[in-house]
Each structure stands twice: as C-alpha cells, then as structure tokens.
C-alpha cells in the first residue's frame, strides 16, 4: 500500500510544471485551473476553464455559470497575459505570476494557480 502510493506521488511530482515552457504546453482549451491566490482576494479559491490559449496568453472563464468573469472579451473571460519567465515561480504544482521578477511574495502576487486537468 505504501509503496503504491510512494509511486502515485512521485509520477505526479514529475508531472508537475517546473518553468515557464511547460505551462505554455499544457495551457489549451478546456484545462480547468485551480486560482490558489489572486490579487483580488475575491477571485481566489474559483476554478477556471481555458477558452483559448496562444503565444500571447491564455483567456479562461469561471466554472460558475453566473461568474461575471464569463462574459469578458466577448464571452471568452478574463485574459493573463504570459509575461516573462523571471516573473514567474513554480513550486509544488503551484503556477504564480509576480508583478516583480525581484520579489515574489504576497504584495507582489499577481496570480497563482495549479493546473487540474490537462487536456
């Protein structure tokens, strides 16, 4: 049983996204995120659905139906924007986007999220 999950853990530690480029492979339409943290407190703890992804950035809609996040961009949500790679930090699963590529701490924080389900 133990060994069962020891390996569980470690083919999803592999899995996990470690820098800038993998995320841009595995952003595409229909993955569901998980928002951790977001500099509108009000939009932390939501799950998003990738509506369409590009070299730009992505744009992702809530799974609340009545989120009035849905109806930005002409129904395709709210947009982020990929930004550079030193902006960025990876950690544990967790994908966060920092206003500063100098300090990466809550009053910098921008958004965090981890990616539910791959498409």
């Avoid at 569980?8 to 993955?31: G, Y």
């Avoid at 932390?44 to 109806?71: E, H």
Wanted: aromatic fraction near 10%; charge should be positive.
């Amino acid at each position: 049983m133990i060994s069962l999950l020891s390996y569980i853990l470690e083919r999803m530690i592999k899995k996990m996204i470690k820098n800038l480029n993998q995320l841009k492979k595995v952003i595409s339409k229909d993955v569901k995120l998980e928002i951790v943290g977001h500099c509108r407190p009000d939009y932390a703890n939501d799950t998003r659905i990738v509506t369409l992804s590009n070299s730009q950035g992505f744009y992702s809609v809530s799974a609340d139906p009545r989120s009035k996040i849905n109806t930005a961009n002409d129904g395709k949500g709210s947009v982020l924007w990929w930004s550079k790679a030193p902006f960025w930090s990876f950690e544990n699963g967790l994908c966060s986007l920092y206003d500063s590529d100098k300090q990466k701490d809550n009053d910098h924080l921008i958004i965090s999220f981890r990616v539910l389900e791959a498409a």
